[in-house]
């Protein structure tokens, strides 16, 4: 093949720009986003005195990377209304565009129990008789937290 015959240049051109582009691809890197605070499912509340001890579980994130936000409960006659606001302190890495591409096609698959963490808040009186509900009315398990051996 003639090395100055058009297809001859026209094939080189097109690695030349391959040669430069692929390794363009794997190293711009985008940043993420701050991941924003998110409501906790509470699965469990342990009482202690006056105190409520929200067990707030997230499907996603891990239990190192998980921190309380907000917690509040808000106090009835007959119920207690409780809500977490949880957050990832974790820092992400940043995705190179290759990442983000085969993300995009390929979406990664998430195996994992997530995080748990436990937020303490305290009540203007003992919880007794009332039921706790999270903000979307779903009652909650309570269970009493025991401070020592029993004899």
């Known amino acids: 093949m003639n090395p ?3 297809s001859f240049l026209w094939r080189m ?11 363009m691809a794997v190293s711009i890197r985008e940043p993420r986003p701050v991941e924003p605070p998110f409501n906790g499912w509470i699965d469990l509340v342990e009482v202690e005195g006056r ?3 929200l067990r707030a579980i997230s ?3 891990s239990t190192e990377c998980l921190k309380a936000d907000e917690a509040e409960a808000t106090e009835f006659e007959t119920s207690v209304r409780v809500r977490v606001v949880l957050r990832d302190v974790c820092p992400r890495r940043e995705r190179t565009l ?3 591409w085969r993300d995009q096609l390929w979406p990664p698959a998430s195996i994992g129990t997530g995080g748990v963490v436990s937020v303490p808040v305290a009540l203007d009186r003992p919880l007794g008789r009332r039921k706790v509900f999270d903000e979307e009315g779903r009652e909650i398990r309570v269970t009493s937290r025991t401070t020592g051996p029993t004899s």
């Open 98 to 100: 290759l990442e983000k």
């Open 59 to 61: 499907d996603m994130n």
């Open 51 to 53: 105190v409520l001890i």
């Open 4 to 6: 100055l015959s058009p």
């Open 13 to 23: 051109c097109c690695l030349l720009v391959l040669a430069v582009a692929i390794p």
